[in-house]
Nanobody, 121 residues
């Protein structure tokens, strides 16, 4: 079983920074992509950033230049460095991991429990 454990959320003032982390576990993982999504009150869940096993990165326009997604040396660890946070960044942030299946090339999607990020003065 694959599990994702998130940490790093909290309350921060506008202009502040937070770093979220996500750790995948389950043994022998072959992760095709990992990413961060968020859901603000009254809004649909949206993509924040993704990173592939080959290092390709994609950001939502709203976070470009402010957020940085990365993976640790152990590629089961993923980070989201969030700088210049604004109230509109307030949301529950979710970690996603897509794990490749060896037998057919497909992927199984896994999600973390979500961590609250609140940006407020």
């Amino acid at each position: 079983q694959v599990q994702l454990v998130e940490s790093g959320g909290g309350l921060v003032q506008p202009g502040g920074s937070l770093r979220l982390s996500c750790v995948s576990s389950g043994g022998g993982l072959s992760i095709a992509t990992m990413g961060w999504f968020r859901q603000a009150p009254g809004k649909q869940r949206e993509l924040v950033a993704t990173i592939t096993s080959t290092g390709s990165i994609n950001y939502a326009d709203s976070v470009k230049g402010r957020f940085t997604i990365s993976r640790g040396n152990a590629k089961t660890i993923m980070y989201l460095q969030m700088n210049s946070l604004q109230p509109e960044d307030t949301a529950v942030y979710y970690c996603n991991s897509n794990v490749r299946r060896a037998w057919d090339g497909g992927v199984d999607a896994y999600w973390g429990q979500g961590t609250q990020v609140t940006v407020s003065a």
